[in-house]
């Protein structure tokens, strides 16, 4: 027998809610195709409905600087801290202390703003928890 016929043949004999004529059978048992899950933006939206409320932290860093407790209690007004960053450099955008974006100083409204030019891909995010 060619193969086509066996794998049809052992298809007939392994179905289980066929009737003795390979003809499927009707009435108990037999359950409705499960219908596919959505793959709308309202669908993906739906699966995290419940986290959507979560509060985050998120934190633009403009730089950084590190100085002892001596020079930190001579500052006054008008004093000026040299920060690690260079005028121009992009600012980082942290979430819950995790970088997650880069991006650069606008105005907008008269409040500052950040414009996002660099998002971390998932698997550089990925590295970071380790």
Not at 99 to 121: P, Q, Y
Request: charged share 30%; hydrophobic share 40%; aromatic share 2%.
């Amino acid at each position: 027998m060619p193969k086509e016929e066996q794998n049809q043949g052992m298809g007939e004999a392994s179905g289980q809610n066929q009737d003795t004529q390979g003809k499927p059978a009707s009435g108990a048992g037999v359950e409705p195709a499960p219908k596919a899950p959505e793959k709308t933006a309202k669908g993906k939206a739906d699966k995290f409905e419940f986290i959507l409320d979560i509060p985050l932290e998120v934190t633009v860093e403009l730089g950084r600087a590190r100085i002892i407790v001596n020079d930190l209690l001579q500052l006054g007004q008008g004093s000026v801290i040299e920060l690690t960053k260079l005028a121009g450099e992009p600012m980082e955008i942290l979430v819950n202390q995790k970088l997650v974006a880069r991006g650069e100083v606008v105005v907008v409204n008269e409040k500052f703003g950040v414009r996002l030019t660099d998002i971390i891909s998932p698997m550089e995010r990925v590295e970071q928890l380790r």
